[in-house]
């Protein structure tokens, strides 16, 4: 976990800027717009390399994840990511080659980036974006989803689709996790809450899979060492209901990969926006560095795309979460933090969490949200 900066630092970090597709290079302007004025104030410096991802990388060099690209990254400190994928397009080309595939699962199994941190919060002045009543939200949405990266599912083999005798099709996944991910996630969990809340609940499915059983197993193992917590295990299905019935029980939900997958996304919808939810994707800790992958939660939104009206802030807020995992820089990334809830308060809103009936809204391009957010720094 990063420790608190006292003074300025003097460091040097070589970040890795892929905006891909869509809204990408939109939000990542504002974000590298707002990573500058932290640059400005706090004395690190930053080195910041753009390249080209997604189906950038396919136009520009004939693949998803270019080799100048990769070699880009290897070189860095950290990762800046945008999104990358276009539906009118990725059918076009075999799966194996499609974006999500070829760049962004290669990226994690590249850097071993085996831990997913996706915080949702959702400020008080955004309560109307919530799909829930507003009793249903109590003193305010504040949830961290832990969510194991590299295991599971979607990395599992066989990974195959194969023809049988009678001419049927069968698909096959597998479910596949070792003792050893699924402790070295759980510890990632228990870290988390011991600097919020204490309190981790962990989702399986140990009424049905065997990988559920050793999931609460080893879950249950790893609690011992962390006393001061307390943890609670969930099935996933009843866990995918108590989000919209009851959201403010839950501090930090520790899940396997498809599960978090799939109910990261269900919270994010609890903070109005997916253009609101930021995402650090972690891999092992090199003395005082952690190599990082960070993302906006949503998608490349081609639907409006190179129009000025995405929401910057979930790449923002990326970027404020590359500055504390990766860099220990926490009084910055707190800048940065405190600097979005400003620009909120003071009414500034990208389409998707405005609302007319709101007498503080001012309705903001991408450019104005990311000025305003730089402005406050």
């Given at each position: ?132 009543k507003v009793e249903r939200q109590g003193d305010g949405i504040d949830m ?174 990326s970027a404020a979460m590359m500055l504390r995992h990766s860099f220990n ?49």
């Amino acid at each position: 976990m990063p420790k608190l900066r006292h003074r300025m630092s003097k460091q040097t970090y070589k970040i890795a800027a892929l905006a891909g597709d869509g809204i990408g290079p939109e939000v990542m302007r504002e974000a590298l717009k707002v990573l500058r004025a932290a640059e400005g104030k706090f004395g690190f410096q930053l080195e910041v390399t753009e390249a080209a991802v997604g189906w950038a990388g396919i136009d520009a060099a004939g693949k998803a994840l270019p080799d100048e690209t990769l070699a880009l990254c290897r070189e860095s400190d950290s990762i800046l990511f945008g999104s990358v994928g276009l539906p009118d397009r990725d059918p076009t080309i075999p799966k194996e080659e499609r974006p999500e595939r070829a760049a962004l699962l290669a990226l994690r199994k590249e850097f071993g980036l085996f831990a997913n941190l996706r915080p949702v919060r959702l400020p008080a002045e955004l309560a109307h974006a919530c799909p829930l009543k507003v009793e249903r939200q109590g003193d305010g949405i504040d949830m961290l989803v832990v969510r194991e990266l590299t295991g599971g599912m979607y990395f599992g083999q066989p990974k195959t689709t194969e023809t049988l005798e009678d001419g049927q099709q069968r698909a096959i996944d597998t479910m596949v996790y070792t003792t050893n991910e699924i402790e070295r996630i759980a510890r990632v969990a228990f870290q988390s809450a011991q600097l919020r809340r204490q309190h981790v609940t962990s989702i399986d499915k140990a009424n049905v899979l065997e990988n559920g059983v050793l999931w609460r197993e080893v879950v249950t193992k790893v609690a011992a060492d962390f006393p001061d917590i307390t943890v609670e295990h969930m099935f996933v299905d009843n866990a995918a209901m108590q989000f919209l019935l009851r959201p403010t029980q839950f501090d930090v939900v520790l899940c396997e990969n498809m599960f978090g997958d799939i109910l990261s996304d269900e919270a994010a919808a609890l903070a109005g926006s997916l253009g609101m939810l930021p995402s650090a994707s972690l891999g092992a800790t090199s003395g005082e560095r952690t190599f990082g992958f960070y993302e906006p939660a949503g998608g490349t939104a081609p639907d409006i795309a190179g129009q000025d009206l995405a929401n910057p802030i979930a790449q923002i807020l990326s970027a404020a979460m590359m500055l504390r995992h990766s860099f220990n820089e926490t009084e910055a990334a707190a800048a940065i933090d405190t600097a979005v809830a400003t620009a909120i308060t003071a009414g500034h809103r990208t389409g998707d969490i405005f609302s007319p009936e709101d007498p503080n809204a001012k309705k903001a391009t991408t450019t104005q949200m990311g000025d305003a957010i730089a402005a406050a720094i």
